[in-house]
């Protein structure tokens, strides 16, 4: 199983870098990278109480390589990867994992998936506000199906964005 998921990697790299030269563009984006933390600002669902359990681990080291973007993301160690979109002001990443033993609503739980989606704005270049879906996925046992959505805020070293007079 571990080599099947290797291969799909594999693939998924191969065909990235196929599109990448399209997606590679001179515009400015002004989002630094490097290290941000999320901090949660809103929850629009927590089915199974995830926040307290994951929100430790709200931690994103961004890498911006013209449009593409990609993100380690502490939450099981999952690698994002996504774009800028036209506007140049706003990206999104997804990620992955496969058979992740974790603990959810005080129960062990073996899942066959965990994944992750971001939509972000930049504010400036040390912030960006967003909103994140992680979802737990096992087809053994329903209760350990869950869902998190919440609106953050992603500061770079405690330099929120200066407010304007």
Same mark, same amino acid.
Not at 29 to 53: A, K
Not at 89 to 107: I, L, P, Q, Y
């Given at each position: 199983?571990?080599?099947?998921?290797?291969?799909?990697? =594999?693939?998924?790299?191969?065909?990235?870098?196929?599109?990448?030269?399209?997606?590679?563009? +001179?515009?400015?984006?002004? @989002?630094?990278?490097? /290290?941000?933390?999320?901090?949660?600002? #809103?929850? !629009? =669902?927590?089915? +199974?109480?995830?926040?307290?359990?994951?929100?430790?681990?709200?931690?994103? $080291?961004?890498?911006?390589?013209?449009?593409?973007?990609?993100?380690?993301?502490?939450?099981? *160690?999952?690698? !994002?990867?996504?774009?800028?979109?036209? *506007?140049? #002001?706003?990206?999104?990443? *997804?990620? $992955?994992?496969?058979?992740?033993?974790?603990?959810t609503t005080g129960?062990?739980?073996?899942?066959? @998936?965990?994944?992750?989606?971001? *939509?972000?704005?930049?504010? +400036?270049?040390?912030?960006?506000?967003?909103?994140?879906?992680?979802?737990?996925? $096992?087809?053994?046992?329903?209760?350990?199906? +869950? #869902?998190?959505?919440? =609106?953050? /805020?992603?500061?770079?070293?405690n330099t929120r964005? /200066?407010?304007?007079?």
């Amino acid at each position: 199983m571990v080599r099947a998921v290797s291969t799909l990697r =594999r693939l998924c790299l191969a065909a990235l870098a196929l599109t990448a030269p399209s997606l590679a563009g +001179c515009l400015p984006y002004s @989002q630094n990278q490097g /290290e941000y933390t999320l901090t949660p600002v #809103e929850v !629009l =669902r927590d089915e +199974c109480n995830l926040l307290p359990e994951v929100v430790g681990a709200f931690q994103l $080291s961004l890498q911006i390589s013209g449009r593409v973007v990609r993100a380690d993301f502490g939450v099981q *160690d999952m690698q !994002l990867l996504g774009y800028f979109l036209e *506007d140049g #002001e706003a990206f999104t990443a *997804d990620g $992955s994992v496969a058979n992740v033993s974790t603990t959810t609503t005080g129960e062990e739980c073996l899942l066959d @998936q965990v994944r992750l989606h971001l *939509d972000a704005t930049t504010q +400036c270049p040390t912030q960006f506000n967003g909103q994140l879906r992680l979802a737990y996925d $096992s087809n053994g046992v329903a209760r350990c199906n +869950c #869902e998190l959505w919440v =609106r953050f /805020e992603g500061v770079q070293g405690n330099t929120r964005c /200066e407010e304007s007079p």
